[in-house]
């Protein structure tokens, strides 16, 4: 059973399409990410799901009820889906403790400072939400939308308010709290870190459309196009030619993971599919070393090749800079290791699923 | 494990279908408010036409009118400079240097807000009765309106960057060319915003005006009331349009100074310049201006208490029944002022579109009527169409209301925005009704605004003359129409009072306000800016 089902969703406001035409399906007892740029649709299919505002055309489906279509809309308060907005939106003139048992019955109140237990802020149950960081209104607002036994909690990029260091820390504590109330969830961001590291399933927004869907690593290793690759993860994106199941580019001959039909074709090169040495081998080329970004634990290089065509290297710290002592404007040899994606120039790329 | 699937259709944009219909019917209301509210602009409007186009033609073109007009602009002028200077110096004094007692002299420097200009007027008066003409109408009338300029200039000085002067410093200006070129232009919408709200003052002043014999149209309009309303009404028109013609202005700053507000959410403080040796001087200018402006009247009504004679003095039932009436109508006034601000509010903040924003933008209109204008059409009104309320307490509260109506509005705006959709669509999400949402969160945020939109037109109501002497029904004395009567027959000593008793009502709630414009509860988690509260100061 999947947890929400879309089907031909269109909304638009004042004029301006937001959604058109939008599927989707979210499966149970997993945290799926929405990923996508603002202005993309996210806050907007959210806003659809929790039954804030209606579909202009399209049906919704929880579990097996349908809750909006063209007769029918369920309200907000009828459907048992939690939400946690972007800045949290506590009531400011309720205490943490009041903001989580806004929901519950009289008799179920203790549940409320179980909830509190849960997101880590046992004794803060009296502050009230500007006596507390933006982490820990995220915290309560997180409690207060489990309070109600949801079916779904849907969490609007929980994270984008706090600073980078919190952020990694939330992003636990919640994946923790999410499993063990065994909540499914939908939590939308436009950071690519936060959907890889904490979804098992990622969807891939782009002006009103899903993109892409699968696992992070699906997604990561194997995605379904150039414009989803380009979109998760830094990619190096080459004209190929196909012939005999290898593909021949700018880097030599580079191997395949799946088939594609012989002809022009885009292959895609991850940074750490690239291997730079000093010395050449049998498949390198040779390049020169432009910029490099050190982030610490591996940098990222640009390489130009004799061509012109700039390719971009990730460097394991310990292994190539330390040994190589890469340097700007030094000739290296770079080799393109492993099995790449590519897709075909002939086939549009929508087809190709 | 579940699949799960996703697919894009590369389908055309569809045309757009309304959105389906929520809370519509809060327009239709509002539309119907404004009207309501506007209905005075078309009554004078009628009964300026009945009077006939000769008649408006003969008390319009006469050169009694270009007097009045050129007295008006003459004040105004003078006026507004002298509160500019001293409200925009007294600012630089309490937000930007070290003052002694820096707390002490906020509260002090706003304190004439509390005293009716009619009383300031008389107090001056009473100590030399050659006090007249245009320098006494313009010296009541500075003391009484710069805290208009005063308030949103410090507002202003307070919310600026400090971070800009700084820059502006480390790129080789000096401090005096860092103020004219930075600082200035920061609160230069504050400024002329708050000189807007004075010549609004000044246009509906009636009553400091009569006591120091200086014309202008309304006390024209009073007097012909008496003997002619047909002219009293032709004599409204130009008033109207002048009121139209500053708050078009108003609007237009306002917009300005909004866009060229930079969007720092938590400016720094400034760091607050040493008076040193000018300390001195300093505190005896601020020393004199408290003083003059709020010294000089309470001084003189104690006075003129004390030398009177025991029997000249009215008999505390007098005063007590005319409290009562005051406080009575006052309430009712705020409270309807209130309850028809809510819904505009409500319907403004909400969502955004341009039909709405023109909705709530005409309510302000009425802030451009003088109170006389509004209390004749209400005579007018109720003579023409509906006689039997002619003469009832009823058209009074109506007044009131329409007067003060954006005084309310303001308040009530903020404290909508306070409660944000986004907190009723949470509350709806977990298993709440509407009905409840309403309740226990909706209520609780906006109620403090509701309060403060109470208080200050309460306020303003109790110092409230012209459309009181106007429509109060005969036999109900309220504590100005007390004052004013004694004060005609030079009564000082039995008029003085009932001026007290004014200043210590408009006193309370006044105190009530200053905690809710300090308090910092709330302000932090509010996401978006209050709205500017320049069109907030009463137009007695």
Not at chain 1, 24 to 37: E, K, M, Q, R, S
Not at chain 1, 291 to 306: F, I, K, M, P, R
Not at chain 2, 275 to 289: E, F, K
Not at chain 2, 439 to 454: C, E, K, Q, S
Request: charged content about 15%; hydrophobic content about 45%; some cysteine.
């Amino acid at each position: 059973m999947s947890a929400v089902e879309i089907r031909g969703v269109s909304k638009s406001y004042e004029g301006t399409t937001v959604l058109s035409n939008f599927d989707l399906t979210v499966a149970d007892t997993f945290i799926t990410a929405i990923l996508g740029p603002s202005g993309s649709g996210k806050t907007t299919l959210l806003r659809l799901i929790a039954g804030f505002d209606r579909p202009d055309e399209g049906t919704i489906m929880l579990g097996d009820h349908v809750v909006d279509d063209a007769r029918t809309h369920v309200r907000p308060e009828r459907r048992g889906i939690g939400y946690v907005p972007q800045d949290g939106a506590l009531f400011p003139h309720l205490d943490a403790i009041r903001n989580i048992s806004f929901g519950l019955d009289r008799g179920d109140r203790g549940r409320a400072s179980d909830l509190l237990d849960l997101v880590g802020l046992t004794g803060l149950g009296h502050r009230y939400p500007h006596e507390l960081s933006g982490g820990q209104q995220q915290r309560v607002a997180l409690a207060r939308a489990l309070a109600i036994r949801p079916k779904l909690v849907l969490l609007d990029e929980p994270f984008s308010s706090l600073d980078a260091s919190l952020r990694v820390s939330m992003r636990r504590d919640i994946a923790r709290v999410l499993a063990e109330t065994h909540t499914p969830s939908i939590i939308v961001t436009h950071d690519q870190d936060e959907a890889l590291s904490l979804a098992n399933q990622v969807v891939i927004l782009d002006e009103g459309h899903a993109l892409a869907h699968g696992s992070p690593a699906d997604l990561y290793r194997t995605p379904i196009s150039a414009a989803a690759a380009r979109y998760l993860g830094d990619a190096n994106l080459l004209s190929a030619v196909i012939d005999a199941g290898v593909a021949r580019c700018v880097l030599g001959v580079v191997h395949l993971g799946a088939e594609v039909s012989s002809g022009r074709a885009t292959v895609l090169v991850r940074p750490e599919q690239l291997r730079v040495s000093t010395t050449p081998t049998q498949d390198s080329v040779p390049a020169t070393i432009g910029n490099v970004d050190y982030y610490g634990h591996d940098s990222l290089a640009e390489l130009t090749l004799d061509d012109g065509t700039i390719v971009t290297a990730r460097l394991t710290d310990s292994v190539e800079i330390g040994r190589l002592g890469i340097r700007r404007g030094e000739r290296v040899h770079v080799e393109a290791v492993g099995e790449m994606v590519a897709w075909s120039d002939s086939e549009p790329e929508w087809t190709k699923r | 494990m579940t699949s799960s699937t996703a697919t894009a259709a590369p389908a055309p944009p569809r045309i757009a279908r309304a959105r389906r219909g929520r809370a519509g019917w809060l327009v239709y209301v509002s539309i119907v408010i404004a009207l309501g509210l506007l209905s005075p602009l078309v009554l004078v409007a009628l009964d300026a036409r009945q009077a006939g186009w000769t008649e408006i033609h003969r008390v319009l073109f006469r050169s009694r009118s270009r007097q009045l007009l050129v007295n008006t602009v003459e004040l105004s002028v003078v006026v507004v400079t002298a509160a500019a200077v001293i409200g925009t110096a007294a600012a630089w004094c309490t937000e930007r240097c070290t003052l002694p007692l820096r707390r002490l002299w906020t509260v002090l420097l706003v304190l004439p807000i509390a005293i009716p200009d009619f009383v300031a007027g008389y107090a001056w008066h009473s100590i030399r009765p050659t006090f007249t003409g245009l320098w006494a109408a313009a010296l009541v009338m500075t003391l009484s309106t710069y805290p208009l300029i005063y308030l949103p200039v410090a507002a202003a000085l307070r919310r600026a960057d400090p971070g800009v002067d700084e820059v502006a410093r480390s790129l080789g200006l000096g401090r005096a060319a860092t103020f004219r070129r930075v600082t200035v232009p920061q609160i230069r919408p504050a400024l002329i915003g708050g000189s807007l709200v004075v010549v609004l003052t000044l246009l509906s002043e009636y009553g400091a005006f009569e006591i120091v014999h200086f014309q202008t149209f309304t006390t024209e309009i009073f007097t012909e009331f008496q003997f002619d309303q047909a002219a009293a009404s032709a004599l409204a028109v130009p008033l109207v349009l002048l009121g139209l013609l500053v708050l078009t202005g108003e609007s237009r700053i306002g917009r300005r100074g909004r866009t060229s507000r930079t969007a720092s959410q938590a400016a720094r403080m400034a760091r607050r310049r040493r008076l040193g040796y000018a300390t001195a001087p300093v505190l005896a200018a601020l020393s004199a201006l408290v003083a003059l402006a709020v010294g000089v009247p309470i001084g003189t009504l104690i006075y003129w208490m004390q030398r009177s004679e025991r029997s000249t003095l009215p008999a505390a039932a007098t005063v007590g029944k005319a409290t009562w009436a005051t406080v009575d109508y006052s309430a009712l006034g705020a409270l309807v002022a209130v309850a028809l601000a809510l819904p505009i509010a409500i319907m403004a903040v909400r969502r955004a579109s341009t039909a709405r924003r023109l909705i709530e933008r005409s309510t302000y209109l009425t802030q451009s009527l003088p109170g006389v204008v509004i209390a004749l059409s209400l005579v007018f009104f109720s003579i023409r169409y509906a006689y039997p309320l002619y003469q009832t307490s009823l058209l009074l509260v109506a007044a009131y209301a329409i007067l003060h109506f954006p005084l309310a509005l303001v308040c009530v705006k903020v404290s909508v925005v306070q409660a944000p959709p986004r907190l009723g669509d949470i509350g709806r999400s977990l298993g709440r009704g509407p009905v409840a949402v309403f309740a226990r969160v909706t209520l609780p945020l906006i109620a403090p605004g509701l309060i403060a939109g109470f208080c200050l037109v309460f306020l303003t109501a109790t110092t409230e003359l012209t459309a009181t002497l106007v429509l109060a029904p005969t036999g109900v004395h309220t504590l100005a129409t007390q004052f004013w009567a004694y004060q005609s027959e030079a009564a000082y000593g039995a008029a003085a009072p009932y001026a007290l008793v004014i200043i210590a009502l408009a006193a309370v709630p006044g105190a009530l306000l200053g905690l809710w414009f300090d308090r910092e509860r709330y302000s932090r988690l509010s996401t978006e800016q209050y709205s500017r509260p320049a069109a907030l100061e009463p137009a007695s």
